[in-house]
């Protein structure tokens, strides 16, 4: 895989290296296959993520935010000795995973839900009102130019 050199950037931007160190380490991570999931835009500032989930249930799946990061966790319960099931073929495979997302600042999950093998998590990006666009007045005297020529 290619990597970008950033190095220019750092000559004329302030406070972007966040992000530049965030590109780097999302080049190197390998792409996770397991389980399938798709990220889509539901609106101006919102965003689904679908995770498909078969065979695990409420129990069997942490969902965790902590700062910018989202974590999805599903594990599924040992089986005991006298519930021992004799699979011919096994084609769901209903391993362990582990999902992790990095969330622009202030998007947050609003919800998850779970329904036909699908688990469903609702994230909106939310600025705060001192974040958000304002107009400025401007303020000043209304006394007119009027013509001063100096004789």
């Excluded at 084609?91 to 995973?97: D, H, N, P, S």
Aim: aromatic share 8%; hydrophobic share 35%; net charge negative.
């Amino acid at each position: 895989m290619q990597t970008i050199d950033f190095s220019p950037f750092y000559r004329s931007t302030v406070g972007f290296d966040r992000l530049f160190n965030r590109l780097d380490t999302l080049g190197t991570q390998e792409a996770k296959s397991y389980p399938p999931y798709n990220i889509e835009r539901t609106g101006e500032d919102t965003y689904r993520i679908s995770i498909a989930v078969a065979g695990f249930s409420n129990g069997d799946i942490a969902i965790e935010t902590k700062e910018n990061s989202l974590v999805v966790k599903g594990a599924k319960p040992a089986e005991t000795a006298d519930s021992k099931r004799e699979f011919l073929h096994r084609g769901i495979a209903e391993r362990a995973f582990e999902l992790r997302f990095q969330l622009a600042d202030y998007v947050e999950v609003n919800g998850a839900t779970l329904e036909n093998g699908l688990l469903h998590l609702e994230l909106k990006r939310e600025l705060p009102e001192s974040k958000k666009p304002r107009t400025i007045a401007i303020n000043g005297s209304a006394a007119t130019i009027e013509d001063k020529s100096v004789n």
